[in-house]
């Protein structure tokens, strides 16, 4: 059984003004989702969708870890461009930053949270152990939904 994170759902929508982005994600029978948004401008879905991935992830580890974005980026690579994410883990001598990258060749929101999924995964998986060993798995909501998985 894998014990990465899923990415389970992107959606992202402006109205002009404000940019909002969910996300859901699961680990084993653990769900978790999580929202942004910001003023629409120019690119501003990669960072919503990114904060938004973030969300979901403490959602699922109760909150247990100190992740901060730092930059979301699009940048040209071969035949498709892909999203660059980088982050800061922790605080002060213990802090560490990550780095994840997902190609924008299918669908570009997707994307972002698989980019944040990219340079988390294998440095939160002791938090995930805890979180799966200590608490009982949250109902999962009702009805179908697409299955997106992560790099």
């Given at each position: 059984?894998?014990?990465?994170?899923?990415?389970?759902?992107?959606?992202c929508?402006?109205?002009?003004?404000?940019?909002?982005?969910?996300?859901?994600?699961s680990?084993?029978?653990?769900?978790?989702?999580?929202?942004?948004?910001?003023?629409?401008?120019?690119g501003?879905?990669?960072?919503?969708?990114a904060?938004?991935?973030l969300?979901?992830?403490r959602?699922?580890i109760?909150?247990?870890l100190?992740?901060?974005?730092?930059?979301?980026?699009?940048?040209g690579?071969?035949?498709?461009?892909i999203?660059?994410?980088?982050?800061?883990m922790?605080?002060?001598?213990?802090?560490?930053?990550l780095?994840?990258?997902?190609?924008?060749?299918?669908d570009?929101?997707?994307?972002?949270?698989?980019?944040?999924?990219?340079?988390?995964?294998?440095?939160?998986?002791?938090?995930?152990?805890?979180?799966?060993?200590?608490?009982?798995?949250?109902?999962?909501?009702?009805?179908?939904?697409?299955?997106?998985?992560?790099?």
């Amino acid at each position: 059984m894998s014990a990465r994170l899923k990415l389970e759902e992107v959606h992202c929508a402006s109205d002009g003004h404000v940019t909002v982005a969910r996300v859901r994600l699961s680990h084993h029978e653990r769900s978790g989702s999580g929202t942004a948004s910001a003023r629409t401008s120019d690119g501003i879905w990669r960072h919503v969708v990114a904060e938004a991935t973030l969300s979901a992830l403490r959602e699922i580890i109760d909150g247990n870890l100190d992740v901060t974005l730092d930059t979301v980026a699009e940048v040209g690579s071969g035949r498709y461009p892909i999203i660059v994410v980088t982050m800061a883990m922790g605080r002060g001598r213990s802090e560490i930053f990550l780095s994840g990258t997902a190609s924008l060749a299918g669908d570009r929101f997707s994307a972002a949270a698989k980019a944040v999924l990219h340079g988390l995964n294998r440095w939160i998986e002791p938090f995930l152990a805890i979180t799966a060993s200590s608490a009982p798995a949250a109902p999962r909501p009702a009805g179908p939904l697409p299955r997106v998985r992560s790099n």
